[in-house]
């Protein structure tokens, strides 16, 4: 079984923008804080934004602040990332990740979060 889909990703160019959407079968996502995690070839997998269960936090890594946005759609069951302004340095697999732990302030580490997708690849590149 799979919890979670993320879907959006593709090759835009330089400055473009994506949307990326995490959607759940089994899970009822505005229960769970999400994060946004990415993987390029060669790196480590680093966090890039999540938003709180109650919605309370959101936060977002430098590289992409003021570029991306993190949101809910909680009558679709959908957690999205609006990227705008992509750089060939975002280019990596995204996935989204669920906590289900109850937290004023989202975090953005990987060991928080116990459900994840299969990740979907954005390539940034003229």
């Known amino acids: 079984h799979v919890d979670l889909v993320e879907s959006g990703g593709g090759l835009v160019q330089p400055g473009g923008s994506l949307r990326l959407s995490c959607a759940a079968s089994r899970l009822v996502l505005d229960y769970y804080g999400i994060g946004w995690f990415r993987q390029a070839p060669g790196k480590e997998r680093e966090g890039v934004s999540c938003i709180s269960s109650n919605n309370i936090s959101t936060y977002y890594v430098d590289s992409v602040k003021g570029r991306f946005t993190i949101s809910r759609d909680n009558a679709k069951n959908l957690v999205y990332l609006q990227m705008n302004s992509l750089k060939q340095t975002d280019t990596a697999v995204y996935y989204c990740?669920?906590?289900?732990?109850?937290?004023?302030?989202?975090?953005?580490?990987?060991?928080?979060?116990?459900?994840w997708g299969q990740g979907t690849q954005v390539t940034v590149s003229s």
């Open positions: 990740a669920a906590d289900r732990r109850y937290r004023t302030a989202c975090r953005l580490e990987s060991y928080d979060y116990d459900v």
